[in-house]
């Protein structure tokens, strides 16, 4: 897995302060995307331990909420298995913290996935401009939704993050 940034101490992707993870690779290629240099999943610095120990640094702090991945798209082929791996390593060492996860790909696509057992909240589909709205809040288009996965799970419907 590649990657771009570690953005620290972030208020604009997620809930409360967190840890953003900018991963390389998309193929949804979105129309007037805010941050198309990381859709080559070639692209940017090798996801390491040291990378890895920059953002738990991060989520050893009290007033961090959370990580959140974004990128490029953390569900693309080439960073689907580590963001997992991530995640779940996040889940049992950091449980009071969030993992908020950004993918052009829709709930109904991946629910089947490992990952959406570690994800607290999962902003889904593709940036849509026709239907961009600069008033919603975690989202850029009226075509996106932002899903509390464990409700959702368990209720077997899709639940939306108040």
Not at 22 to 33: D, F, I, L, N, R
Not at 41 to 52: C, V
Not at 70 to 94: C, Q, R, V, W
Request: with cysteine; hydrophobic share 35%.
């Amino acid at each position: 897995m590649r990657y771009h940034n570690i953005t620290k101490d972030d208020m604009l992707n997620g809930d409360g302060l967190r840890v953003v993870l900018w991963v390389s690779g998309c193929t949804h290629c979105c129309k007037e995307c805010h941050n198309p240099i990381t859709w080559d999943p070639n692209s940017g610095i090798l996801f390491d331990e040291a990378a890895k120990m920059e953002i738990f640094a991060e989520l050893e702090k009290d007033y961090i909420s959370g990580v959140t991945f974004s990128g490029g798209d953390p569900l693309h082929i080439n960073n689907t298995f580590e963001i997992t791996e991530l995640a779940k390593e996040m889940k049992e060492k950091y449980p009071g913290k969030t993992i908020w996860l950004y993918t052009g790909s829709v709930w109904e696509e991946i629910q089947h996935l490992d990952i959406v057992k570690y994800i607290d909240i999962l902003v889904d589909g593709e940036f849509e401009l026709e239907k961009f709205d600069a008033n919603l809040h975690w989202k850029g288009s009226v075509n996106q939704r932002v899903i509390d996965v464990p409700e959702t799970i368990r209720t077997s419907k899709i639940v939306l993050h108040a």
